[in-house]
């Protein structure tokens, strides 16, 4: 599990241009949780300004049917104005992976979950339950995703 290949210049770029403070520290260890713990065969770049998690073209040529010159995305990672940003289809997809988050959520942290279909935000960086979101991204490999994905959304002829 996670993605060994080096940081990309433009995810490198992304990270300098994140504002100082402990919000881009917490945002550049939630990267790296993620980096260590997202199964073999996603790939990390930049994605609607965001750095993404993505299914590569070279296991999924279809590409995401909404843009197809897109490779099928995962999961984003953002510094938001007031929070940081977590998007992550699978639990917008998957009730059981969301009501398994949600359960666990309750027991990492003393904080309400604050959460939309498939984003989760923490206004306070020191509210991330880093261990949490780990065990999260390690769930749902690129072909768990692409099974789900191809049942729920993506239109077959």
């Known amino acids: 599990m996670s993605i060994l290949t080096p940081i990309t210049a433009e995810v490198q770029e992304w990270q300098q241009q994140l504002a100082e403070g402990p919000a881009k520290e917490a945002v550049l260890q939630l990267q790296q949780t993620i980096r260590n713990a997202i199964p073999m065969g996603f790939e990390e ?10 299914v590569p073209y070279t296991i999924y040529p279809a590409g995401y049917h909404c843009t197809p010159r897109q490779p099928l995305p995962f999961a984003s990672l ?3 104005k007031s929070h940081i940003a977590l998007y992550h ?7 059981a992976l969301l009501d398994w988050f949600v359960s666990e959520h309750a027991a990492a942290s003393p904080h309400k979950l604050d959460m939309g279909k498939s984003c989760i935000r923490y206004k306070k960086p020191d ?15 690129p072909e768990d995703w692409i099974l789900i994905y191809e049942s729920q959304f993506r239109k077959t002829k």
């Open 45 to 54: 770049g930049i994605s609607y300004g965001m750095v993404g998690y993505y």
């Open 127 to 141: 509210q991330i339950p880093f261990e949490l979101v780990g065990r999260l991204m390690s769930k749902m490999t």
């Open 89 to 95: 289809m699978g639990i917008y997809a998957d009730e």
């Open 78 to 80: 953002a510094l938001q």
